[in-house]
C-alpha cells in the first residue's frame, strides 16, 4: 500500500515459499506483477521516446531475464535494437515476442523489416505477408513488400503490390514513385512518366521524383525540360548532390533562346562546386543564356567596338554585377568570337586608360577574372602596336615601383596580367596581392611556382631519343596542353567489369586479369584531366601515367595533389621507350596520343605488348573523314610556310576569324578554337596522322585484339536511331558506312575499347 512494490514483492514470494497454496498471497503476487509492468512499461516508453535506446536495452535485458514471458519487454528489446542497426539483436527478441504473441501485427512488420536488412527476403516476404493477413488496409505493408520483391528482382509482383498499396490508399505517392522507378528500369518511359507524374500531382516538391523524371527527359532527348526538372530540384534542395551532376550532364551542346535569370543562379552553384561539372562542357550553354540576358547583351553590343574612355567603369560595374559571367570569366574558355571581340575591346579600353579609372572592388573583381581569363586561354587574344606601347609603359611604371618600394598598384598588376604572364617577368616574385584577390593569386603565381618545383620530383623512365618525340615534347613543354580549372569526379567508382557494362561493351568478363585491384597505364596523360578522370573511375586501382613534357606532368601532380587524388604515380617517359619497365597491365588508356607519333601503328603494338591477357585497353585516334576541313587548312598554314610561335599562331586565327571560308567558320565551332596551346595542338602540331575505322580494323584483327565499342555518346545515340540490332554496335563495318554518311560524328576523335583475348 505504501507503494514500496520490490520489498512487497519479496515478501510475497517468502510466504509462498513456505506457504506454497497461500491463495491470498498468490492473488497479490498476480495484482503486484500486473503494477510492477505498467511501471516499468511507462519508463520504456519515456526512455524510448526520448531517444536513449542504449538504457532501454540495459534495462530490458534485465526485465526479459526476471519476466520472460513478458510480450512488452521484448518488443522494446526489439525495437531498440533495430533502431541501433543492431539486427541480429533485433530479429531474436521479436521472435521472443512473437512466441507469447504471434498476431502482434506490429513484431511481424518489424521482423519482416529486420529480415531484409539482413538480406534474408524470403523470409521478409513471409512476415509482410503474415502482417497482411491480420489487417488488409495497411497500404505501408503491401509497399514494402513490393520493396522486396523488387529487390528479389520479382518486378511483377512488385508492381502487383505497389498497386495493391495505391488501391488502398489513392493518395499514397510513395508508391507510385516506386512504381517509376520500376517502369524507369524496365525501359517502360510512358508508364514510368505517368507513375511521377502521378507522385507530383500528390507531392509537387519531391526532390528524388523531380529529378528521376529529369533523367528519363535526358534519355529521351527531352533535354529543355530535364533541365527545367535539375533545376526545380537545386532550388528546393541546394544540397541535392546528384541534382547538379545531371544539370551540368544536361547542359552540354544546348543553346538557349530565351533568359532565365534562376537558371544563372543554379549554374553558378554548380560551378562553385568545382569537382561536379568540367566548365569547358557546360560554357556553350551558359553563354547562349548570358547572350539572352537583356543588361548583358546590350554591353556586348556596344562593346564590339572600341570603347570611348567615359564608358568603360560603367561597362565594367555593368559586367560585374552578374556573377556567373564573372565566375565563368575565372574558371573556363569563352568559346564565343563575339563575345572574345567584346573582351578584348574592354582590355584594350583598360589599358588606355589604367592610370585615369578606379580601384574600387568592382573593378579590381574584374580585372582580375579577366586576367584569369587570359591566363587560361594563355595570351590568345591579339593585341596591336598601339598597346604593346601602353603594355611597355606599364611594365616600366611597375618597376619603378618596385626598385623604389613603393606600394605597386594591383590594378596595374591585373591590367598587365591580362596581356602576359607575371611569371615572364624578373620581378614576379615582389607582387603581393591583397587577401581578396587569393584564389586569383593562386592561379595566376603560385601554381606556377609549385609546378616548377615539382618537375624536379618526377621521375623519367629514359632519355628521350626519338626525333618526332622531342619535337613533340618541345611543343607540348611550351603550351601543355589542355589548360583546365575543373572537372566532373561525381562518377561511382567501379571495378572492370562495371565499368565496362556502364559503357555498353561487349567483352569477356571472365578473362579479365584483375578485375577488382586493376593496375592501368594512362599513356599520355597530358596535363591530368584524363588520367585523374580514370584514377577516379576505377575502384581500388593503382595508375601509372606517363607523357613526354615534365610541365604537362607538373600541371597533372599539382591538380591531382589539389583534388586529393593519390593513387597515381606520374613518370615522364616515351611509348617507345615502355619495354624497358617490363611490367604489364591490366588496363591501358591512350587517347590523343598515337596519333601525334612518327609510327602510330608501331606504339600501337608496344602498348599491346605491356597489356595482359584479358586486359582492356581504351584508343583514341583522330578521324581522317572528320577532320577533312582541318587538313585543308594544315595544307594552308604549310603553303603560307607559317611558323607555330605565338604570335604566328595569333595572327593567323585572328584572319580565320575575320574570314568568311567554309573551313574557317567550320573550326571556330571547334572547343580547340580558344585557347592558344589548343590551337597549336589543333592546327599547327608538328606531327599528325589520321586514320580510317578500316585501318582500325585491320590492327585489330591482327594484334590479337577484339573491339568491344566504341566510348563516343554523341555518335551511339545516333547510330542507334538507324540500327536497332544491339549486336550492331560492334559491327566496324556497319560504322564505316555510317560515318561515311555522318563526316562529324568523330569530330573529336574515334574513343574505343579492344580486348587481348591472346
Not at 20 to 31: G, M, S, T
Not at 135 to 153: H, I, M, Q, R, T
Not at 406 to 411: E, F, M
Request: hydrophobic residues 40%; glycine residues 4%.
Amino acid at each position: 500500500q505504501k507503494g514500496n512494490f520490490n520489498d512487497a514483492e519479496v515478501l510475497y514470494h517468502s510466504v509462498l515459499k513456505k506457504f506454497p497454496y497461500n491463495l491470498r498471497a498468490r492473488e497479490a503476487l498476480k495484482k503486484l506483477n500486473t503494477v510492477i509492468v505498467s511501471s516499468y512499461e511507462e519508463n520504456l516508453i519515456t526512455l524510448y521516446n526520448g531517444g536513449n535506446l542504449t538504457e532501454v536495452i540495459n534495462q530490458c535485458k534485465y526485465l526479459t531475464n526476471k519476466y520472460p514471458n513478458m510480450f512488452v519487454f521484448w518488443k522494446f528489446f526489439g525495437m531498440a535494437n533495430f533502431d541501433k542497426q543492431q539486427f541480429v539483436e533485433a530479429e531474436l527478441c521479436f521472435r521472443n515476442a512473437l512466441k507469447i504473441n504471434e498476431n502482434d501485427i506490429d513484431c511481424t512488420a518489424n521482423l519482416a523489416i529486420v529480415y531484409t536488412n539482413l538480406g534474408a527476403l524470403d523470409k521478409a516476404i513471409s512476415m509482410y505477408i503474415k502482417a497482411i493477413s491480420f489487417n488488409k488496409s495497411f497500404p505501408e505493408l503491401y509497399n514494402n513488400l513490393a520493396n522486396v520483391y523488387k529487390d528479389k528482382g520479382e518486378l511483377e509482383k512488385a508492381i502487383e503490390a505497389y498497386k495493391k498499396a495505391i488501391e488502398i490508399k489513392p493518395e499514397y505517392f510513395v508508391a507510385f514513385y516506386n512504381l517509376g522507378i520500376i517502369y524507369q528500369s524496365l525501359k517502360q518511359v510512358e508508364d514510368a512518366i505517368k507513375m511521377y507524374e502521378m507522385s507530383l500531382s500528390i507531392d509537387p516538391n519531391h526532390v528524388q521524383t523531380l529529378n528521376n523524371l529529369g533523367n528519363i527527359y535526358q534519355e529521351q532527348g527531352f533535354i529543355g525540360k530535364a533541365i527545367e526538372n535539375f533545376h526545380k530540384v537545386i532550388i528546393l534542395d541546394p544540397n541535392f548532390q546528384q541534382a547538379y551532376f545531371n544539370l551540368g550532364n544536361a547542359l552540354k551542346g544546348i543553346i538557349f533562346e530565351n533568359p532565365n535569370p534562376q537558371l544563372q543562379m543554379s549554374i553558378l552553384n554548380l560551378l562553385e562546386r568545382e569537382t561536379y561539372v568540367s566548365p569547358s562542357n557546360i560554357v556553350e550553354a551558359s553563354f547562349s543564356l548570358l547572350k539572352k540576358d537583356n543588361s548583358l547583351r546590350l554591353i556586348f553590343e556596344e562593346t564590339q567596338k572600341y570603347i570611348i574612355n567615359k564608358n568603360v567603369e560603367h561597362i565594367i560595374k555593368t559586367l560585374v554585377k552578374n556573377s556567373l559571367f564573372l565566375k565563368l570569366l575565372s574558371v573556363s574558355l569563352i568559346q564565343d568570337t563575339y563575345i572574345e571581340n567584346s573582351l578584348k575591346n574592354i582590355r584594350m579600353s583598360i589599358l588606355d586608360n589604367i592610370f585615369e579609372i578606379g580601384n574600387g572592388v568592382e573593378i579590381t573583381n574584374f580585372q582580375a577574372a579577366l586576367a584569369s581569363h587570359c591566363f587560361l586561354n594563355e595570351y590568345l587574344y591579339n593585341f596591336n602596336l598601339n598597346e604593346i606601347n601602353k603594355l611597355n609603359h606599364l611594365e616600366k611604371t611597375i618597376e619603378h615601383s618596385i626598385v623604389n618600394r613603393k606600394k605597386i598598384n594591383v590594378n596595374y598588376i591585373l591590367c598587365l596580367a591580362s596581356y602576359k604572364p607575371l611569371t615572364s617577368f624578373s620581378w614576379y616574385t615582389s607582387i603581393n596581392f591583397p587577401i581578396e584577390l587569393t584564389s586569383t593569386e593562386k592561379l595566376l603565381l603560385k601554381d606556377q611556382i609549385k609546378e616548377k618545383k615539382l618537375k624536379s620530383r618526377i621521375p623519367n623512365l629514359s632519355k628521350i631519343n626519338n626525333k618526332i618525340s622531342k619535337e613533340v615534347q618541345k611543343q607540348y613543354e611550351q603550351n601543355p596542353y589542355p589548360r583546365w580549372f575543373a572537372m566532373n569526379l561525381g562518377y561511382k567508382p567501379n571495378n572492370i567489369s562495371e565499368r565496362m557494362d556502364v559503357l555498353n561493351l561487349r567483352y569477356d568478363k571472365s578473362i579479365i586479369p584483375n578485375n577488382k585491384n586493376p593496375e592501368i597505364l594512362v599513356a599520355g596523360c597530358g596535363t591530368g584531366e584524363h588520367s585523374i578522370g580514370v584514377a577516379s573511375t576505377f575502384k581500388n586501382s593503382k595508375i601509372l601515367a606517363i607523357d613526354l613534357s615534365l610541365s604537362s606532368i607538373a600541371y597533372a601532380k599539382r591538380k591531382s595533389e589539389e583534388l586529393g587524388v593519390n593513387n597515381i604515380d606520374y613518370m615522364q617517359a616515351d611509348i617507345l621507350d615502355l619495354p624497358i619497365l617490363n611490367k604489364k597491365f591490366d588496363i591501358i588508356e591512350s587517347a590523343g596520343v598515337l596519333h601525334h607519333m612518327k609510327d602510330p601503328i608501331k606504339g600501337w603494338k608496344i602498348l599491346v605488348d605491356c597489356l595482359k591477357p584479358g586486359g582492356m585497353m581504351k584508343i583514341g585516334l583522330y578521324s581522317k573523314i572528320a577532320r577533312e576541313h582541318i587538313s585543308r587548312i594544315r595544307k594552308e598554314i604549310k603553303k603560307l610556310n607559317l611558323g607555330n610561335d605565338e604570335i604566328t599562331i595569333r595572327n593567323f586565327r585572328s584572319k580565320i576569324i575575320e574570314s568568311d571560308s567554309h573551313d574557317h567558320k567550320t573550326i571556330k565551332e571547334s572547343p580547340d578554337f580558344y585557347s592558344l596551346s589548343n590551337v597549336r595542338d589543333l592546327l599547327f602540331h608538328v606531327q599528325e596522322h589520321h586514320f580510317t575505322i578500316p585501318q582500325i580494323k585491320q590492327f585489330i584483327n591482327t594484334s590479337g585484339l577484339e573491339f568491344c565499342g566504341f566510348e563516343v555518346k554523341q555518335a551511339i545515340n545516333k547510330y542507334q536511331n538507324l540500327h536497332k540490332d544491339h549486336l550492331s554496335l560492334y559491327d566496324l563495318d556497319k560504322w564505316e558506312i555510317f560515318e561515311n554518311n555522318n563526316k562529324e560524328i568523330f569530330a573529336v576523335m574515334y574513343q574505343f575499347w579492344c580486348q587481348k583475348t591472346t
